[in-house]
């Protein structure tokens, strides 16, 4: 079983629920489940510290658009209220602007705010999608600009392997070739494109969790699934389970 702490997006519920008003019922259904981290949540960080408090869970990480790393420190202070210490972004600056210079300027940003959050205690890491993989300008990819721009001794990579896998890619080989670029795991099962629970798709589960047993660095792996679901909480607590059970 993984060793890595393991967390809930909470992406699922965004279709139903609203995370002001419902907070109370998501993180309540989440720790029956028995999860004990969750990633992401409301804006207000000291309601939302207290709210966790009184669930007994805790935020691994909050999940942004890179433009908000422009200007980190209101972040910084979220995440510092929470006791929180990983950040995940996703996407150029401007979200449908995918040239290579887009990229490039992506990482001009991100390595600039990485030495910023890591001075602060706080780990940046570029959460991947599909569409960067898919090729741009001259042949290359998003990711290639990005793996070729990126600073790692300040960021790292957190890889979506269900995005991995929609794009084609063998995700087994993925984690195995950029092993020492990354640092935070979404974990998603897919059956075809559709987005499903944990062990209900076409995903070698059990071979990339064999992968990630190899891989201790990693600081946190997190259970995502699209906002399709029509028993979100269920279906959360049916893919935990179904991590738990591979060995």
Same mark, same amino acid.
């Given at each position: 079983m993984l060793q890595q702490p393991m967390g809930a997006q909470l992406y699922i519920f965004s279709k139903q629920y609203q995370l002001d008003k419902d907070i109370d019922f998501l993180l309540d259904?989440?720790?029956?489940?028995?999860y004990q981290f969750v990633e992401g949540g409301p804006d207000d960080a000291e309601a939302y510290a207290s709210k966790l408090q009184h669930y007994n869970l805790k935020l691994c990480s909050q999940? %942004? &658009?890179?433009s908000a790393m422009l200007d980190p420190q209101p972040l910084i202070r979220y995440m510092h209220t929470l006791g929180a210490q990983d950040i995940t972004v996703s996407?150029?600056?401007?979200?449908?602007?995918?040239?290579t210079q887009d990229y490039r300027e992506a990482?001009? %940003? &991100?390595?600039?705010?990485?030495?910023?959050l890591r001075a602060e205690g706080i780990y940046l890491h570029y959460h991947n999608h599909d569409f960067e993989f898919a090729?741009?300008?001259g042949g290359q990819s998003g990711m290639d600009v990005l793996l070729e721009n990126l600073d790692f001794s300040v960021l790292d990579l957190c890889v979506d392997l269900g995005f991995v896998w929609v794009a084609g890619i063998?995700?087994?080989a993925y984690l195995q070739q950029h092993k020492e670029r990354i640092g935070y795991i979404h974990l998603r099962d897919f059956a075809g494109k559709t987005s499903t629970e944990l062990g209900k798709g076409d995903m070698p589960l059990p071979a990339l969790v064999a992968q990630l047993e190899t891989m201790p660095a990693i600081r946190y792996v997190i259970i995502e699934q699209d906002p399709i679901a029509d028993d979100p909480?269920?279906?959360m607590a049916l893919s935990?389970?179904?991590l738990r059970s591979l060995k």
């Open positions: 259904g989440l720790a029956s489940s028995g999940h %942004v &658009l890179t996407g150029p600056l401007k979200w449908f602007e995918r040239s990482a001009q %940003v &991100l390595n600039r705010a990485g030495k910023i090729p741009i300008d063998d995700p087994v909480q269920a279906s935990l389970q179904y």
